[in-house]
């Protein structure tokens, strides 16, 4: 995988990060459920269980089929996670009969509409830090502060690509050029989904070397709007448009390729067409790249030498991204 680079030019930080039930904690940002409907809405805390263990266990325990099953986002196995799943109305006697040692229902409500993925505002997460020296603890809180401020650059994290990123990359490569089968179409649709990933990363690592401080803007970036999620692109950055960036009214958008997605134009093509690949078939998109985390807050326990760090980041985000950003270095290759 390519080095990810970052905004903040500091030294690299030195402490164990460490993806496990007890020291990576998230818990999802829903939207606004209508209270009522044919769905039941479940918020239901994890452990050691992925989304896709998850709604197998679910179908599994409730005899019902797995695709009857929604949710908004797709959460890490190795970690202690808080989600919401979508149940039609008619199975609720099964649904509270329903036990599973590494699965508790918290709460449930109603909703008119089945969950599907990006239903949700944002992730909070509770992170572990261990062997952190004393004296580093106040850099973290800068930078921290710096990131909600500047923003963070929107890389996919590592998990993305599986432990095997260029076996995976590879299989990809010849399942879209040449006659490589892949039966199971969530298996292809993850190694497509990490290609174009792939691109979207590379292209954000050289806008990056062309910053200093905050993320250059150039004339034809597409840029979308916070308060509608339109898109536009202007030929020409404009004071007021750079005013706006900063007051996070608008963020430049980064392509992942596929078809009928939208491209820049003018110069930020001409960055952007070496990370196209217009022979994907598959779907593309584009996706935001800065982000800013919010809810910051950091306790530092002597003895342990252990940092709990605490922010929340808007969906399609990763918090291992964050704690790269913090540390200036990639945590897998």
């Not at 809180?141 to 963070?152: F, Y």
């Not at 179409?185 to 070397?209: C, G, H, P, T």
Request: aromatic share 12%; hydrophobic share 35%; with cysteine.
């Amino acid at each position: 995988m390519i080095k990810r680079e970052f905004l903040q030019k500091h030294e690299k930080l030195d402490f164990k990060f460490y993806q496990n039930v007890d020291d990576f904690i998230v818990e999802e940002v829903p939207i606004k459920f209508a209270g009522r409907g044919n769905f039941i809405i479940a918020k239901i805390k994890k452990t050691k269980l992925g989304t896709w263990d998850l709604l197998e266990s679910l179908s599994k325990g409730l005899q019902i089929y797995e695709n009857e099953l929604g949710y908004a986002g797709l959460k890490d196995k190795n970690a202690t996670t808080t989600q919401y799943i979508s149940i039609p109305k008619k199975y609720s006697k099964d649904l509270k009969q329903f036990r599973h040692n590494k699965i508790k229902i918290l709460e449930t409500t109603l909703h008119g509409t089945k969950l599907n993925i990006g239903d949700l505002i944002g992730n909070k997460f509770e992170i572990n830090l261990h062997e952190v020296k004393q004296e580093d603890v106040g850099k973290i809180e800068k930078l921290l502060k710096q990131i909600s401020q500047i923003g963070m650059p929107n890389y996919f994290g590592f998990q993305r690509f599986g432990h095997d990123g260029a076996e995976n990359l590879e299989k990809a490569r010849r399942y879209i050029y040449e006659d490589y089968q892949i039966r199971d179409k969530k298996i292809s649709k993850m190694l497509v989904s990490a290609y174009q990933s792939d691109f979207f990363n590379k292209w954000l690592v050289e806008r990056l070397k062309m910053s200093d401080e905050s993320f250059e803007v150039v004339g034809g970036d597409v840029f979308r709007e916070y308060s509608s999620d339109k898109f536009f692109t202007p030929k020409n950055i404009t004071e007021e448009m750079q005013k706006d960036f900063k007051d996070k009214k608008i963020v430049p958008t980064g392509l992942l390729p596929g078809k009928k997605a939208f491209r820049s134009m003018f110069k930020a093509r001409e960055i952007e067409e070496k990370y196209d690949d217009q022979y994907i078939q598959e779907k593309g998109y584009r996706r935001d790249a800065i982000v800013y985390p919010t809810d910051i807050s950091v306790n530092y326990n002597k003895e342990t030498q252990k940092c709990k760090v605490k922010f929340t980041l808007p969906k399609s985000s990763y918090a291992t991204v964050l704690i790269e950003n913090i540390a200036n270095r990639n945590l897998k290759a």
